[in-house]
């Protein structure tokens, strides 16, 4: 009796650990590399909201946001912006707040896209528990191109079948056994997408433009559905776009209606996404090691007091070096200052097809993601300049310099600067560049970029005056120093200068606000490590700046003082024919994190002030503006919301998506000289 009884017992006790076992929905996907978008949502979705850790992120967020010069003013920014950006964050952080989640998966998702609901690519909330553990992705990239007679349309990408076998070698098969063998993904590319989920395609393009975030013009939020490329650390690559990677597990499948090449019958495919796991994510196989590997704060997620850890061993996160849209430069806090967007899907490895990378000859001069080509004319020199980051900023500064001498000296007297998704990067590398393309004049020497302000809230005013009194940052690691700025007319502060008095108040959408005098310029002559020639390298009409639209932050610096002050042509790639096409986005003027502030925080010994910023327990990033760039056309108005409309929007044939070399000598022919 005892005996069954007992063996019952074991039988019961094994039958609970099975099952037990199979309902853990994270050991469904533990030690995979590619699964089911449901079952990694089946994974997310299964913890509960945690109040005291929710109530942490939106204290971190809240607070944090005091320092991010552009809450007010994104409000309601001014016209064109108005329709794109009116979001008001503290209200809607108050909402988050009071309101109940299924899952703190869905709780993620509100806080995301609120933040990205600022279409502001600094201002962005990351938490790397959820946001790329796993990109979710179709083998399909699209493309929008446009016909003889003018008319656009959704297309599968043409070299959609030579990426994805490629990239997915071990995957594609799942894709094509789930469609009809009528129907084979390598001869799919260029087929026409009639619909997309039962409806006209542009109604995905739209919806997606509503949550991708990082852009105020729509043009580009649309774009952002297409795939693009890049040309970054590990070269050439490509960006397969929304629509086939998104950063979470959104979609399980789509149903398309396709048209293929030259015929008129249609076909109905139906096809599931696959998510992969992120080569950065740390790996898990149960519930409790997927929390425990992923989602607690890392080293780096919080700031650290300057005087007990030294700037040069002070940790940046993995986490932030993974989202910041340029190529990670150094794992140590950062003393040079950028502009840098951030974004939910990290820089692409993806390889551009062979047959889409330039064989044209390089010429000398590259570096980390930039690279100079010659065209076959030998008069149009190309630069290809996928971030101001991704290598040493002397490295960067030696380079375009050497570069663009060696274009010249070769004979070239056009330049094409081409910064598609150039997220930005150094400041003063976009400065620079500035300076040498058009030589010294009133708008390069001193100031080649925007001058700036700072917001002026009670805390930053508190930690500039322990700065000063206690002599706390000898080293001038810290944003607040009076000593890294200068005053409008250029002059630099003194140690004891107190910059953030008096503030300038300002009423923005109704609010009271306040931020710092104006400042002047702080690159030159010591942020330069190159000496900039005496001479403009090239003449300002004989040179164009292409992208995608996807240049921000310190591209968005460069592009602007270069169309705006030297009236330089830019051109978009790609768009719909009736948007109005925007050559950059996200402007800013410096960005930074969370963990920069809590440095600042803990360095001026404010932690216990009770507006100071909590740390942080999930492994996430909150992204600022730190300091925000006056406008070219009304100094008095910050550029971020001023319009930066294109000269040209160039359409896409299926001969130019894609193809570098095919975009840059059409666009030689239409902007700039052609010979030949
Ligand atoms: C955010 O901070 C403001 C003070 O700046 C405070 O009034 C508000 O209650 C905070 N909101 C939340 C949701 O914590
Ligand atoms: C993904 O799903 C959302 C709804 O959850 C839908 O709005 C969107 O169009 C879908 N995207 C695609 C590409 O199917
Ligand atoms: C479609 O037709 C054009 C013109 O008739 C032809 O050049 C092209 O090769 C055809 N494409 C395919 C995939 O059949
Ligand atoms: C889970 O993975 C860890 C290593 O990360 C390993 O030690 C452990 O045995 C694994 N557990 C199971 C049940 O596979
Ligand atoms: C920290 O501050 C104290 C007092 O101001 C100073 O003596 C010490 O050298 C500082 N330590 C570091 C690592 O800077
Ligand atoms: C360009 O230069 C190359 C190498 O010097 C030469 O072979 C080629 O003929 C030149 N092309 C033109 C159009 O001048
Ligand atoms: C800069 O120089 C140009 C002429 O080269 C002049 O028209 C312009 O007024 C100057 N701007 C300033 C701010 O001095
Ligand atoms: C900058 O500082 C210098 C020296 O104190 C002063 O003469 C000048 O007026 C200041 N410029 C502005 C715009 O405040
Ligand atoms: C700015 O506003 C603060 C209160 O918000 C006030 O004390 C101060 O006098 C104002 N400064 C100026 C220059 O108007
Ligand atoms: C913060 O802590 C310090 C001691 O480290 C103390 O002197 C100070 O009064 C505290 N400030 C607040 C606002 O609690």
């Not at 070239?412 to 560049?433: P, T």
């Not at 706390?472 to 009076?482: G, H, R, S």
Request: proline share 7%.
């Amino acid at each position: 009796m005892a005996t069954t009884i007992t063996v019952l017992f074991f039988a019961l006790l094994l039958s609970a650990f099975a099952s037990t076992e199979a309902l853990d929905p994270c050991a469904t996907i533990g030690g995979q590399k590619w699964v089911f978008p449901k079952d990694l949502r089946a994974c997310f979705t299964s913890f509960a909201v945690n109040p005291v850790i929710k109530q942490n992120i939106v204290e971190v967020i809240n607070k944090t946001l005091a320092f991010h010069t552009s809450v007010n003013y994104e409000i309601s920014a001014p016209e064109p912006f108005t329709p794109f950006v009116h979001e008001d964050l503290l209200k809607d952080l108050s909402r988050i707040s009071a309101q109940s989640y299924p899952s703190d998966y869905d709780l993620h998702i509100d806080f995301s896209r609120t933040l990205k609901r600022l279409n502001d690519g600094h201002c962005v909330w990351i938490n790397s528990c959820y946001v790329s553990l796993f990109l979710n992705f179709l083998p399909i990239p699209l493309a929008l191109l446009t016909d003889s007679n003018g008319i656009q349309s959704v297309h599968i990408a043409p070299a959609a079948f030579a990426v994805a076998s490629a990239e997915f070698s071990d995957e594609i098969d799942v894709w094509q056994e789930a469609l009809p063998p009528t129907i084979q993904l390598e001869t799919a590319s260029r087929y026409l997408l009639l619909s997309i989920d039962g409806q006209d395609p542009f109604v995905a393009v739209d919806a997606n433009a509503l949550i991708t975030g990082s852009f105020q013009p729509l043009g580009t939020r649309q774009n952002s559905f297409f795939s693009s490329y890049q040309f970054g650390a590990s070269g050439w690559t490509y960006i397969m776009g929304d629509f086939a990677q998104q950063s979470l597990p959104l979609n399980d499948s789509v149903t398309l209606v396709v048209q293929r090449v030259n015929e008129s019958t249609t076909d109905t495919i139906e096809l599931p996404y696959r998510a992969r796991i992120n080569p950065t994510a740390v790996s898990f196989n149960d519930s409790a090691s997927y929390r425990a590997n992923n989602c607690l704060p890392i080293v780096g997620t919080n700031g650290v007091d300057l005087n007990e850890t030294a700037s040069s061993a002070a940790p940046i996160s993995e986490t932030v070096l993974k989202f910041q849209q340029q190529p990670p430069i150094s794992k140590t806090f950062p003393k040079e200052r950028i502009n840098v967007m951030l974004d939910t899907i990290p820089l692409s490895d993806i390889a551009l097809p062979p047959s889409l990378v330039p064989t044209i000859p390089v010429i000398g001069g590259g570096f980390g993601s930039g690279q100079f080509y010659m065209l076959p004319d030998n008069i149009t020199g190309i630069f290809a300049l996928g971030s101001f980051g991704g290598d040493t900023i002397d490295a960067m500064m030696s380079g375009m310099l050497q570069g663009l001498v060696n274009l010249k000296s070769l004979g070239a007297s056009q330049l094409i600067v081409d910064v598609s998704n150039n997220g930005g990067g150094f400041i003063c590398a976009a400065e620079f560049l500035h300076r040498i393309i058009v030589g010294p004049k009133n708008t390069t020497v001193p100031q080649a970029g925007l001058d700036t302000k700072a917001r002026d809230g009670p805390l930053a005013r508190l930690i500039v005056q322990q700065i000063i009194e206690n002599n706390l940052d000898p080293d001038q690691d810290l944003l607040y120093n009076p000593l890294n700025w200068r005053n409008a007319t250029n002059v630099p502060f003194t140690a004891d200068d107190d910059w953030l008095l008096p503030p300038v108040n300002l009423t923005i959408n109704g609010h009271a606000d306040a931020f710092s005098q104006r400042l002047g310029q702080e690159c030159q002559p010591n942020g330069f490590t190159s000496t900039p020639p005496d001479n403009a390298l090239f003449a300002a009409e004989n040179v164009v700046i292409v992208s995608n639209g996807r240049c921000a932050s310190s591209c968005s610096l460069f592009s602007i003082t270069m169309a705006k002050e030297e009236g330089v042509k830019t051109v978009v790639l790609g768009g719909k024919n009736d948007v109005q096409q925007a050559y950059c986005g996200t402007v800013g003027g410096e960005s930074t994190v969370f963990s920069e502030v809590d440095t600042e925080v803990k360095t001026a010994r404010l932690k216990n002030n009770t507006l100071a910023p909590p740390d942080l327990m999930v492994n996430g990033v909150q992204g600022i503006t730190w300091r925000l760039g006056f406008g070219i056309d009304d100094p008095t108005q910050p550029e971020e919301w001023q319009p930066h409309p294109a000269s040209l929007n160039l359409l896409l044939t299926p001969d130019l998506v894609n193809n570098p070399v095919a975009i840059w000598t059409n666009i030689t022919q239409q902007l700039l000289s052609a010979k030949n």
